[in-house]
């Protein structure tokens, strides 16, 4: 994020989206409380947003990983000791613990794309919706950062970079409409142009060593600096990705 020069904020995107298409969501429904799913909630940054901007919801905090809720639960404790907190629950998302016809809306916020089913998380979604319940799936499209694939590949670092699949491919952002329509109703598709820039070679190295595609070997965060010093020198390094939003219905029974 500390790289991001264009681009909407995703988590406000989301909210407003949401917004959008359940303007109740805004000040509650009287005696009823709506409950929200954030499916894949991580380390609990975007359900921050959407428990500050729906301050009425009931929000469930749901991830596979018991280690993202216990950091997404530390996020939150931290940023918000006194405003209301999730539920978190632990789940995968081919099996939600959640019971049918329970969420008013769910979340799904670049979680997908870790599915090699996406469409049975997405049947499964919908499956925990309430009838006209609202979804909002976000992913990123299938060449995101290919300029980083194509810097790493033709210096060497990691020659494979540019053959091997993208970390979107199985729900990218040319295919979620499609895979959503298979289970709901697909209100709006939002596409947004993403760019970011790395200001020098340390900032991009440090990048780099995170994403679990890149095979570097050996090499850890400062020497891949020097080694993309010694190719390229110290200037920046600009790089893409689209995000798409998928606002979908469940369909009526």
């Known amino acids: 994020m500390s790289a991001k020069i264009h681009g909407s904020h995703v988590a406000h995107t989301a909210a407003d989206l949401l917004l959008s298409a359940a303007p109740a969501f805004a000040t509650g429904r009287g005696d009823l409380t709506p409950v929200l799913g954030d499916i894949g909630c991580g380390n609990g940054r975007p359900t921050r947003t959407l428990l500050d901007r729906f301050p009425h919801l009931r929000v469930l905090a749901i991830d596979a990983s018991a280690a993202m809720l216990a950091e997404a639960r530390s996020h939150l404790t931290t940023t918000r000791p006194h405003a209301n907190r999730p539920l978190f629950l632990q789940g995968d998302f081919h099996r939600l613990p959640i019971a049918d016809r329970t969420l008013d809306a769910a979340t799904a916020i670049f979680c997908l794309y870790h599915s090699v089913q996406p469409a049975h998380a997405i049947a499964e979604i919908a499956r925990t919706l309430k009838p006209a319940g609202i979804a ?118």
Not at 182 to 195: E, F, G
Not at 240 to 250: D, E, G, H, M
């Open 136 to 253: 909002l799936l976000i992913t990123k499209s299938a060449d995101s950062y290919r300029e980083l694939d194509q810097l790493l590949a033709r210096s060497g670092l990691d020659p494979g970079a540019t053959r091997r699949p993208s970390l979107y491919a199985s729900a990218s952002g040319a295919d979620l409409p499609a895979l959503a329509a298979a289970s709901m109703n697909v209100i709006k598709v939002r596409h947004d142009l993403h760019a970011f820039r790395f200001r020098d070679a340390d900032h991009l190295a440090d990048y780099l060593t995170t994403v679990p595609k890149y095979q570097l070997g050996h090499l850890d965060g400062a020497a891949l600096a020097a080694a993309l010093k010694r190719q390229y020198g110290d200037g920046p390094t600009t790089t893409t990705s689209t995000i798409t939003y998928v606002l979908a219905q469940r369909r009526p029974s």
